[in-house]
């Protein structure tokens, strides 16, 4: 386990852009059980590749007109139920962290391993995940005008 007082800024790094931390098995269920659409899923860490590509990259992403409906993240290392919660609900793929999955209607449509993050930039993760988005998310204005 990782001294919460070292991974603090970790977890900032997402929670400040709009994720929502789900530290316990209970809170992950329910944010994809009971979320209507998309969830964004990120398995976050304490690797270089989280903070020099990954963590930055969901950002960059973050400023695009498409996302999904709900994002929450998982701390590798930390929070160490709710992170193989949320590894469960990644079906087919090993456990891997950094990670990102995108899950519609409580089922994963789109997954980024740490393979897939460690040899690109932050700006090439950016551009995968906005494609996915646009590909598996409404556009936020027709959300907004749903609800």
Do not use: W
């Amino acid at each position: 386990m990782y001294s919460e007082l070292m991974i603090k800024p970790m977890r900032e790094d997402l929670t400040r852009i709009g994720f929502e931390e789900t530290r316990t098995v209970e809170a992950v269920d329910a944010a994809i059980q009971n979320t209507t659409g998309t969830v964004m899923v990120v398995v976050n860490s304490v690797c270089g590749c989280a903070a020099g590509k990954a963590r930055p990259g969901i950002a960059q992403a973050m400023q695009h007109g498409v996302q999904p409906d709900k994002k929450i993240t998982v701390f590798a290392g930390a929070d160490v139920d709710a992170t193989a919660r949320a590894r469960g609900y990644f079906t087919g793929y090993p456990p891997s962290s950094p990670s990102i999955g995108l899950m519609k209607d409580g089922k994963l449509i789109y997954m980024m391993e740490r393979y897939q993050i460690e040899g690109r930039s932050a700006e090439q993760i950016a551009a995968e995940l906005t494609s996915a988005f646009d590909k598996f998310c409404a556009p936020l204005q027709q959300a907004a005008a749903a609800n």
